[in-house]
C-alpha cells in the first residue's frame, strides 16, 4: 500500500511517501490512520486532529469508512486551498 | 482541451494565440490570469510555495474540464497551473475559454477559476515575517465555487 | 485606465504584460478577446468592416470605464478596439480588468464587453455572398447590456 | 454647423461630414433633418425613416427635439451595433 502525505501531513511525518504492509485488520482508512499512528511520534502528531485530515483513495476523495485494499494509492493532506 | 500542471512560468500570449491559431469560428476568448499578491490576509507575504497532489490534479482538472463543456458550448479549454515556489507577482494560473459566444467564454471562465480557486488539490505555504505556515480553506472561495452547484445549464448564447 | 481605439492589431501577451508590469498587488487579470466569426446570423461573413465615431468612441469608452471603476475595486482597465477592414480570425477587442480579487476583475469584465458589444459607437458592413450589408442591432445583446442597469454595486470580493 | 453621417447614412448622403449654414427656422434635430432632407436625394433617401436614426449633439445621444445651436457637432448615424 502507497501512502503519501501533502503539505503539514509531510512535514509532520518527515515524508513525501511511503509504502506500508498493513495488518489484515486494517480494512478501511480509519483503521489505516490509527495503525500508521503508531509508526512513530510524527505520525502520531501529522495525524493527531483527523478532522483537519482529508484523504484520498485511489486519487479519488474518500472518508475514514472507505474500504481500503493492499494495491491502493491512500493520500493525506489538509483541506485544499487551491490554485 | 489542454490541462498543464508545470513548475515553469508560460506565456500569456502564445498561450491565447495557440489556442485560437487559424480558426475563424471562434468568436471570443475569456481568460483569468491568477497573479501572487503581497498581501494575503492581512498579511504581507513574501513568497509561498504551492504543493499539489501530482496525478491526482491533472485528473480533477481534466474532470472539471468536462463538466464545463457539458455545461457550455465552448470551443477550446486552457488551464495551466504552476506549484513550486513563486513570489509576488508571479502568474500562477490561466484559464482561458473558446467559444462562438462571449457569454460561454465568459461564464464558463468564471467557472473554472472559482473551482480552481477552492476545490483543486494545491496547498499554499506563505512566507510571512512571523516564518511559513500552511494557507487554510476558506469560507468565501468555498460560496463562489457552491454557486456552481446549483442545476446545471447550457448558455443558448 | 487605457483605452486605444486603432486601425492596428494589438499583442494579447505584451498589452496584458504591461497591465501587471511591477505589480504586486493585483490578484487577477480578467480578459476577452473579440474576434471576427467566419459566420453570423447563419450566414457566412468573408469580412467586415467596423466603422466608428472618432472622438465620441473614445469619449464614451472612457465613461463606461469610469462607471467600472465605481462599481469594482480595480487597480487597472485596458480596452482596444480596432476599426477598419478586419477578416475572420482577425482580433476586433481586448478588455481587460486587473484587481485585488477575481471576482471584481470577472465582473467588471464581463460588464465592459457587453457594454462594448452593444451600446459602443461603431457599426459593422459585413461582406456575405450575397454582397455587403450593415449589421442590424440585436436585442439579445441589449438584453445583456440591460442587465446591469440594475442597482449599482461594488463587489466584496 | 458640422454634420456627420455614419454608415448607410455616410453610403446614402455620399458624405462623411459636411459643413452647413441653417437658416434661422432651424431649432432642433427635428428642423435639421427636415432642412437637410431639402439638399439632395442622397440626404432624401439617407434621412427618409428616421425611426432608423439615431443622433448625437457635442457627441452626446440625443433626441429629435434636442436643440441645436450655430457651433454644434450634429451625427447622424443607424442603431449601434457595438464592437
Redesign the interface.
Known sequence: MRI?Y???L?QRTGLGEETVETPAEVRDVAGLVEWLKTRGPGHAEAMRDVSAIRV?VN?EFAGMDTAIAANDEI?F??????? | MTVKVQRDDFDVGAEIAALTAGRTDIGGVATFLGLVRDIAGGEAVSAMTLEHYPGMTEKMLADIESQARERWALDEILIIHRFGRLEPGDRIVLVATASAHRKAALESCEFLIDWLKTRAPFWKLEETGQGEHWVEARESDDEAAARWEEAPRKAAE
Open positions: 503519501l501533502f503539505a503539514f509531510r484520498a486519487q493520500a493532506f489538509p483541506p485544499v486551498t487551491g490554485g
